[in-house]
């Protein structure tokens, strides 16, 4: 029979995608023509892993290159004989060994090779498709027998039957997995920047690298789906995405499950409800026997499934995962996929699961079951994030102490830690055995200890304190006396020592829990002190999906932090540098004060080591402000010493010695500074009010300006245009330094240094580290208020609607700059006082609540839900004339609007 030679094969793609340096530099020593020893490469991943995209990119760096893309109907010598001659003679325009293969015999075609030797790299694509047939077996003679100038590429779906075990004991063989085709966060948030044109935020490109665990064909069905969409909605609809989604499922079902034999489909669709996979429990759950060798082959064949303990234990890829749930509930029903979970949930608790049986009660909606394994006496620690949304279904008990410490301790690895304690406290009052009150008591204490104000010491604890106090110690002082390795290594970088904290970090114990990735965490950072490289960023990101399987969410986001400022100084591209500065204000507006604060001291450290000493010096005097807002002045004084001294972090060096605070400290402060920007503008020092009124009106308003953004800078452009808007650029700067003289002036009266206005480049910032911010204060306690439900999220919003005292900075007008943003905080407000309203009506206090609903309508006598709470409260108290007094308030509203109801 004739074999034919389809030229289609032969083609190479178009380059396309994102070029990842990362991947390129492992084959970079994979050069046709070299004398090095690797002269073979094999990129192994599952469907939609990238494969192709890599080859394509590896071949347009090179020189003379071959293409060739396998299909079924090449499984015989000839056929693969024909198509390598003809890709190999095309590239080295050689037509007399397209000639020499004819007859399909792999060696003729070694043979003409070898008489006329040349430099050239071959790219074989799809090898998966010849796996077990003579074309792979002639495949596998080429690659031994070859001359070494043919360098080859092999790109497949599950390793080949070659003799590669020889090749990797030889170094002739680097080997990609799909671990390595993995997207990390930062190329994501890169690919999305520059090659889709649809940037996302650092936390938004991490949280898309989280849900599609970095497979490249998820990442692109996701630029599909929301490309139409503008960036807050595509933000909006990483939260959103999940196993439904129509492209994902489309591309998994034709791409991955649709060429399964239905046994194991069947397979992976009904042990996804263990989420832990081991041979024993899925031949438990299936009443049958072989499942390790079937994880074992799944593994092998790179199908979504994975294993980091040695095949002890396998996971399906989170994408996979979260396809066959659906298809599970799709196929049997609700009732049968709860009775999967729970037989599930019952195997894992005998094998000793308890995190992963947690998960499987849950999902079956056994919460007796749940409360049982989270009783306060076993101390169970679930770190699972996805169980906090769990315990606020319906039907969940609201009076389990077990089930609220769960969620207590939920909410402070997620670092929402004025909800965690507040959650403690609930549990601590449910509990009636006197020890185990203690104990969750001791808990609430370790995580209080990190909120705004000083926290007494826990009264007669036995023994050296805990890791947590020690390190919230050293926050205070450097030199504080501390024995926990974590809390010796932070001593030891605080003062100065890096040498010695690298050396204890080398020697520190490699085991589980929070603090061991903390303290590598904390190498990390000496490595960014000393000169970044992106391998450092490499070992960070793997910290990050260690700190989120684990379920340290706060930790995760401390690392990506650091993984952003090494990133920044090993490459200052401006996508990099804007991410760096996008990330600093993501984390302000979350809320996130400590997180915000260390990851500042990381990008200020690598904004100095890029050589943006304007940009690291105001980053550092964000640290600074936040250290001082959290009471952390020995993380303020070593802001301030880097920020001073930029030029002590260099490549190959390390910061001096940095001084305890409590012995050399920074210049004692004038008094508490408040700043108050709600009903009124206010800037008082020791109980003393600025004279801002003598300022001229623009410098007043500049003033009122830096104010409101105040620890972030403002570029000069901006305040020109703003405040100067009809001059010319230059008249409008020269304008603007005269104010900054006179507020400088204005600020030393009250004792405030020039440092206080400071021009960094080409912007201004207002830093008051230890200023009192009652805007600041306000938003926090509505974000925190957000992450709470009942009582505890009234007294939040009770506490917020107290700090909003009326309309943003008044005294500036109706002008430009603030009105949008005044008219933000008076929305906010309001929807804060409505909830509040909802929240004490359904703790049956009807007289709060009419109180927080009289807020929301004289703040928005617009929004109608605040007029028909108004209505019942005054139902439920008798007072008639209050409800008809309503109706006609709400009427006229209605009447203003044009509307008729």
Not at 535 to 549: H, P, Q
Not at 583 to 610: I, K
Request: contains cysteine.
């Amino acid at each position: 029979m004739d074999v034919f030679v389809f030229l289609e094969k032969l083609r190479r793609p178009d380059q396309r995608g994102l070029i990842r340096d990362r991947l390129e530099a492992r084959a970079a020593a994979l050069q046709p023509g070299t004398q090095g020893p690797v002269s073979v490469a094999l990129v192994l991943g599952p469907p939609g892993s990238g494969k192709t995209t890599l080859l394509s990119h590896l071949a347009a760096a090179r020189g003379p290159c071959a293409w060739y893309r396998l299909g079924p109907e090449d499984n015989s010598e000839i056929s693969l004989t024909r198509h390598l001659a003809h890709t190999l003679g095309a590239a080295l325009a050689d037509h007399e060994l397209i000639n020499a293969a004819a007859g399909g015999r792999i060696a003729d075609l070694i043979t003409a090779l070898d008489a006329a030797p040349r430099a050239v790299q071959l790219i074989i694509d799809d090898l998966h498709e010849v796996a077990g047939t003579p074309a792979e077996r002639a495949l596998g003679t080429f690659v031994t027998m070859r001359p070494r100038g043919v360098t080859i590429l092999l790109g497949s779906r599950r390793p080949p039957m070659l003799n590669t075990s020889r090749l990797l004991v030889s170094g002739e063989l680097i080997e990609l997995d799909s671990d390595d085709l993995r997207f990390r966060s930062w190329e994501v948030e890169q690919l999305f920047a520059t090659v889709y044109d649809a940037p996302l935020s650092p936390e938004g490109a991490a949280a898309l690298t989280r849900r599609t665990g970095g497979w490249a064909a998820g990442l692109h069905l996701f630029h599909l789906a929301t490309a139409q969409l503008g960036r807050a909605e595509r933000e909006r609809a990483i939260d959103e995405l999940n196993g439904r989604s129509r492209l994902v499922r489309s591309y998994l079902a034709r791409n991955v499950l649709g060429s399964l034999e239905e046994d194991r489909r069947r397979f992976l669709m009904l042990t996804s409800t263990l989420g832990v996979l081991t041979g024993d429990l899925c031949d438990d759950l299936l009443g049958t026997s072989g499942s390790a060798g079937r994880l074992a082959a799944l593994e092998e064949e790179q199908f979504f499934t994975t294993s980091t303990d040695g095949g002890l234990t396998y996971r399906y890829h989170q994408v996979l995962q979260a396809q066959l749930e659906a298809l599970l509930f799709d196929e049997f029903g609700g009732r049968a996929t709860r009775e999967q979970y729970l037989r599930s949930g019952q195997l894992l608790e005998d094998a000793g699961r308890i995190g992963a049986a947690v998960h499987a009660y849950a999902r079956a909606e056994d919460w007796g079951s749940v409360a049982r394994l989270l009783h306060p006496a076993a101390l169970t620690v679930v770190s699972d994030d996805g169980l906090l949304g769990m315990l606020s279904l319906p039907g969940v008990p609201t009076d389990d102490p077990g089930l609220i410490l769960a969620g207590a301790r939920l909410l402070a690895r997620r670092g929402h830690l004025a909800e965690a304690v507040a959650a403690y406290r609930r549990a601590e009052g449910l509990l009636d055995d006197p020890h185990l009150s203690r104990l969750c008591a001791q808990e609430r204490h370790s995580v209080a200890i990190w909120l705004d104000g000083e926290v007494a010491p826990f009264p007669a604890r036995p023994g050296p304190s805990g890791v947590s106090e020690q390190l919230r110690a050293l926050t205070r002082t450097a030199t504080a006396a501390v024995s926990d390795p974590l809390a010796r290594v932070i001593r030891l970088m605080l003062t100065g020592d890096l040498d010695q904290a690298a050396s204890d970090c080398a020697r520190s114990d490699p085991g589980g829990g929070w603090s061991s990735l903390a303290t590598r965490l904390a190498e990390r950072f000496i490595d960014l002190l000393r000169g970044a490289d992106e391998m450092g960023a490499a070992k960070v990101e793997s910290i990050v999906l260690e700190a989120e399987v684990d379920g340290w969410p706060w930790l995760a986001r401390i690392a990506r932090g650091l993984e952003s400022a090494m990133l920044l100084a090993v490459a200052p591209t401006p996508w990099r540098v804007a991410s760096a500065v996008e990330l600093l204000d993501t984390l302000e507006r979350q809320h996130d004060p400590w997180t915000q604060c260390l990851t500042s001291l990381a990008v200020g450290v690598g904004f100095a080591q890029a050589g943006r000493e304007d940009l690291a010096a105001a980053t550092f005097a964000r640290a600074a402000n936040l250290a001082g807002g959290l009471g952390a002045p020995a993380l303020r004084f070593w802001a301030g010493r880097l920020a001073a001294r930029p030029a002590t972090i260099q490549p190959t060096g390390v910061p001096e010695q940095v001084p305890d605070p409590a012995v050399d400290p920074l210049p004692p402060a004038r008094g508490p500074v408040a700043l108050v920007c709600l009903g009124r503008f206010s800037l008082t020092v020791d109980g003393r009010e600025l004279g801002w009124r003598e300022l001229r009106p623009r410098a007043g308003s500049l003033l009122m300006l830096l104010a409101l953004h105040h620890g972030r800078l403002i570029h000069r452009e901006e305040l020109v245009d703003r405040l100067w808007p009809d001059v010319t650029l230059a008249s409008g700067i020269r304008s603007l330094q005269v104010a900054v003289s006179s507020i400088r002036q204005c600020l030393a009266t009250a004792g405030l240094g020039k440092e206080t206005l400071r021009r960094h480049g080409e912007a201004y910032v207002l830093a008051l580290p230890d200023a009192e911010d009652q805007l600041r204060s306000f938003e926090r306690l509505v974000s925190e208020a957000s992450h709470s439900s009942g009582l505890p999220a009234l007294h939040l919003r009770s506490a917020a609607l107290e700090l909003y005292a009326g309309d943003l900075l008044p005294e500036a007008g109706p002008a430009e700059w603030v009105v949008g943003e005044r008219d933000r905080l008076r929305r906010l407000a309001a929807a804060v006082a409505l909830a509040a309203a909802v929240e004490a009506l359904q703790a049956d206090d009807p007289l709060t609540a009419l109180e927080c609903a009289l807020r929301s309508t004289a703040l928005d006598p617009y929004h109608d839900s605040s007029w028909d709470l108004v209505i019942e409260c005054s139902t439920r108290l008798g007072d008639q004339a209050a409800v008809a007094a309503a109706r006609r308030e709400q009427a006229r509203a209605w009447a203003d609007l044009g509307l008729i109801r």
